[in-house]
């Protein structure tokens, strides 16, 4: 054989990590923002602007307006008109068309708007480009859908709109909330004033461009940027018949009491700590992966996240260990990227909130344990966390900390996973994981939480019911139990 | 047919696999970007790892001399290019194969225990497999018995994967599970706890006969039946997908699990291989169009 030797490399270095995978869409952030009322951008009464920050880099993205009351009560007002003049007369087959527009230019702009929510929010593209933003034009669809449906959704009964509506919103999912607020609003024939987060106003206010080129008539759709006191504004407004909240627990009591006596209807998504209960008859792997799911995903920015795993003891020590190298592999970086899988912690005032709860839950006497991965330079960044050795008295057990971090127990029979489970002042969510469909129901019967996931964690629909039992609050959005909180219902 | 002899692999059963979280990780590994120098380093690493195959009954001797020099002059334009890890044949040719590798680094593997049915008794299989080792194989691909798998009786296939491992000697043991065959992904675990815990040096999806082959769910799940049976023990075992993968692309997914799923470790030919033929000159399509911009006609890959 004549064989030409030619000198060869061996096998690469095994060393193989991904370049960087930067998302190229141009996220479309203006300068500067003003306030959305009557169908145009108006400069705030006062003046008043505030710098929006990225949190993967610290740098100034853009300026937007700081509402006051006087910027509420003009919205209202404009809201109030649209509403009375043009929105509660439309046959409601024209409104459904709006809502429709709505969610077809949303639709073709998607991706600048994925780009716009993780530039804004700190949450990896990958999830504003498959969950946040797809699901918030799901919404739009979903409820348009409804609009001209209303008799067949409340049978023998008519449903009538509340009028003006206060929706304020938080920063983990922005355009999403904002679809879930506007969306049935819109198709039952209310008007709205939204209240993006403070941190992250950018979408709701591109949302507003969107409602612009929808040609929705003026003042229909009013956003008013700013911070809690905004928010209280619009809340204590006279003008205003409904509000929807989505955010903290606390927030959520302050509105039970601004409103009691009030002839105004509320709904509210408050806090959670949901328990992810493992049973060592699951498909283990998978449920690691489901972990990871239910806790990492939007950095435990999440209100129904995962946050108190319960491993049944059986399985605890090697689910630990492969959570703990599956961990290691999660890539917590530039939000841009498309492989990153862990984004930026939203605010300084969040990282801060985290990390005392990593001291809280050290000095408590819980075991830290943190992924091995690098993190960025500048940024608001924090490593996935888990704590093993935590009791049911620690206030890492208890309390929603909001990031991405772990509190695991260990359990030896579904009745103390229960106990367990239901014991919080929670209720948002839960996981079941095991491979027997009888035990799902049962268990699942048992816990008190309005969303119970079997075998998966954070999956979401706008045909879905979402919503809290005790102090994570009020009512429930989407499917045909979130058209409910809008409409008052009069008997044909 | 025999009755359950050994602890098989232990006495705690192989967990429950769910498709379809599997389906879904896996569809989020695939959707990993990967470009430039790591898409590069990817496809050598690929290429290090690829088993060149022909199994086919027209094999000949001058068909086996081509893929020996396809194997050592993969594409002898571009620098660096390394060398596939081994050429696997049928044993008849193991000796041909042998003599056309001398001293180029590359293994020769057999396949062998009646490939691809696997339908013979012990005494045909074992002497198949020493036939192969006779003429110089330095790896057998067995088949396991799948008929007496799905029958349940694990402890014939336990001890058929044993005692082929028995005459190996120093050749490396890939046994394949045939997943195609299996039916779930419930089966494939079993299977390849099964088969580790016998002794396979790697476990191998498919012969390539049978579609479905190789797919990134059924490699998933061996993969954590690799990764939890070195959590147990310790031990470094492979895995070898093979049959339908042609593309670089997929080639490339697979390496993102595995190095998601095992780690870097496993980022070598000593653990994982690639059973292929045409996905040779896709990689080295890949490669050139990184080099130069732009893609070349097949007419520019030699093929084998």
């Known amino acids: 054989m004549s064989v030409v030797s030619v000198e060869r490399k061996s096998a690469p270095e095994p060393a193989w990590t991904y370049a960087p995978a930067p998302e190229s869409a141009d996220p479309g952030i203006r300068k500067r923002y003003g306030l959305f009322v009557n169908g145009e951008f108006v400069a705030p009464a006062d003046g008043k602007y505030r ?98 449906k209303l008799d067949f959704a409340f049978p023998g009964m008519r449903a009538k709109p509340l009028g003006v509506c206060g929706q304020v919103i938080p920063w983990n999912f922005p355009l999403l909330m904002a679809a879930w607020k506007l969306a049935p609003a819109l198709a039952t024939g209310n008007t709205c004033v939204l209240k993006p987060a403070e941190t992250t106003p950018v979408t709701a206010l591109k949302l507003a461009e969107i409602i612009q ?75 690691v992966e489901g972990i990871i799911n239910a806790i990492f995903f939007n950095q435990g920015h999440v209100c129904c996240a995962g946050s108190r795993l319960l491993v049944q003891e059986g399985v605890a020590g090697s689910l630990i260990e492969k959570l703990q190298s599956r961990m290691n592999h999660l890539i917590v970086g530039d939000p841009l990227d498309k492989n ?108 008190k939480a309005g969303v119970i996931w079997a075998n998966t964690f954070n999956k979401f629909d706008p045909s879905s019911p979402f919503g809290g039992y005790k102090e994570s609050g009020m009512g429930r959005e989407g499917g045909w139990h979130g058209l409910a909180p809008y409409v008052r219902l009069e008997r044909v | 047919m025999s009755t359950l002899q050994a602890p098989y692999p232990s006495w705690s059963p192989s967990p429950p696999v769910d498709q379809v979280g599997v389906e879904e990780r896996v569809a989020r590994l695939s959707a990993r970007s990967i ?31 081509q893929l020996c020099d396809k194997a050592k002059h993969v594409h002898d334009a571009l620098p660096d290019l390394p060398h596939v890890a081994a050429v696997c044949v049928y044993p008849t040719l193991v000796r041909t194969a042998k003599e056309a590798l001398a001293g180029s680094g590359i293994r020769v593997a057999a396949v062998a225990t009646a490939f691809p049915s696997g339908q013979a008794d012990r005494e045909t299989k074992l002497r198949d497999t020493r036939f192969a080792i006779d003429e110089g194989a330095d790896e057998i691909d067995m088949v396991i018995s799948r008929g007496e798998f799905l029958e349940g009786n694990f402890g014939y296939v336990y001890d058929e994967i044993a005692a082929i491992k028995a005459v190996c000697d120093r050749a490396q043991l890939k046994v394949i599970l045939e997943t195609g065959e299996l039916g779930t992904l419930d089966r494939v675990r079993e299977a390849s706890d099964l088969a580790l815990a016998a002794g396979a040096d790697f476990i191998k999806t498919s012969t390539g006969k049978i579609q479905p082959a190789a797919t990134p769910p059924v490699a998933l799940v061996m993969m954590e039946a690799l990764r939890d049976f070195h959590l147990r023990t310790g031990q470094k075992r492979g895995l070898k997908p093979a049959g339908g993968i042609r593309a670089a692309k997929q080639a490339v997914q697979y390496l993102v699990m595995l190095r998601e799923t095992l ?11 690639i059973g292929a033929s045409t996905l040779t000159n896709d990689i080295v399509m890949q490669i050139a169009k990184e080099t130069e911009g732009v893609y070349q006609s097949n007419d520019y890959f030699s093929q084998a």
């Open chain 1, 51 to 148: 710098t929006i920050v990225n949190p993967a880099n610290e740098q100034p993205l853009c300026k937007v307006a700081e509402g006051s009351a006087a910027d509420v009560d003009r919205a209202v007002k404009a809201a109030r008109q649209a509403y009375t003049r043009v929105w509660s007369k439309m046959p409601a087959r024209e409104r459904g068309k709006y809502v429709f527009r709505i969610a077809r230019l949303l639709q073709e702009r998607s991706r600048e708007f994925a780009a716009a929510e993780s530039k804004n929010g700190g949450k990896p593209i990958r999830e504003s480009r498959d969950t946040d933003i797809p699901l918030a034009i799901a919404h739009f669809f979903y409820y348009a859908g409804w609009a001209d």
């Open chain 1, 340 to 447: 990153t899988d862990v984004g930026a912690i939203n605010s300084k005032e969040q990282l801060e909130k985290i990390d005392r709860y990593l001291v809280i839950g050290q000095e408590e006497g819980a075991t830290m344990w943190q992924s091995e991965c690098p993190l960025p330079q500048h940024g608001y960044y924090v490593r996935p966390t888990l704590f093993t050795n935590v009791s049911q008295s620690h206030r890492i057990a208890q309390e929603e900390i909001f990031g991405p971090v772990l509190a695991i127990q260990t359990f030896r029979t579904a009745e103390e996973a229960i106990t367990k489970a239901n014991n919080t002042p929670y209720g948002l969510s839960g996981g079941v994981w095991t491979d027997k469909g009888a035990k799902i129901f049962k268990v699942t019967r048992s816990l």
């Open chain 2, 263 to 273: 780690g870097d470790e496993w980022l070598t030919p000593e653990r994982f291989r």
């Open chain 1, 213 to 287: 080129m929808a040609d929705l008539p003026p003042g229909v759709v009013n956003i008013v940027p700013g911070g809690r006191p905004t928010g209280q504004a619009v809340v204590e407004h006279p003008g205003v018949d409904k509000i929807a909240f989505t955010g903290s627990t606390a927030v959520g009591k302050w509105i039970m009491k601004a409103l009691a006596g009030s002839s105004k209807r509320y709904t509210l998504e408050l806090g959670g700590k949901a328990a992810n209960i493992i049973f060592e008859d699951a498909a283990i792997d998978q449920a």
């Open chain 2, 35 to 65: 470009k430039k120098g790591s898409k590069v380093t990817a496809l050598k690493l690929a290429l290090s790892m690829i088993d060149l195959t022909t199994l086919e009954g027209s094999d000949s001797v001058g068909k086996v001399r």
